[in-house]
């Protein structure tokens, strides 16, 4: 991939998925979604709009997500939400 390149939802999760399972951490956007993935192996996709989020992978090994995707629209089946920190 070349450096600058878009991404599609769905090139994310598969870039982050693998960042899970080389225990890579690393934090990217894709439009309005964050990904990231840790040391330990977790990988994420948060919609922070609505407070929506995805697990791409857990210590290292990729979990499944629901992806629907066009040339104009993408759908994404989320699997919980989570509430942002606040000190």
């Known amino acids: 991939m070349d450096e600058g390149q878009a991404l599609s939802p769905r090139q994310g999760d598969k870039v982050h998925s693998g960042s899970g399972a080389e225990h890579d951490r690393r934090f990217v956007t894709i439009g309005p979604l964050a990904?990231?993935?840790?040391?330990?192996?977790?990988?994420?996709?948060?919609?922070?709009?609505?407070?929506?989020?995805?697990?791409?992978?857990?210590?290292?090994?990729?979990?499944?997500?629901?992806?629907?995707?066009?040339?104009?629209?993408?759908?994404?089946?989320?699997?919980?939400?989570?509430?942002?920190?606040q000190s």
């Open 35 to 85: 990904l990231f993935s840790t040391e330990t192996g977790d990988a994420w996709m948060l919609d922070p709009t609505d407070q929506l989020a995805a697990r791409l992978a857990r210590d290292g090994d990729p979990e499944s997500i629901d992806f629907q995707e066009s040339e104009t629209h993408f759908a994404i089946r989320w699997k919980g939400t989570y509430l942002p920190y």
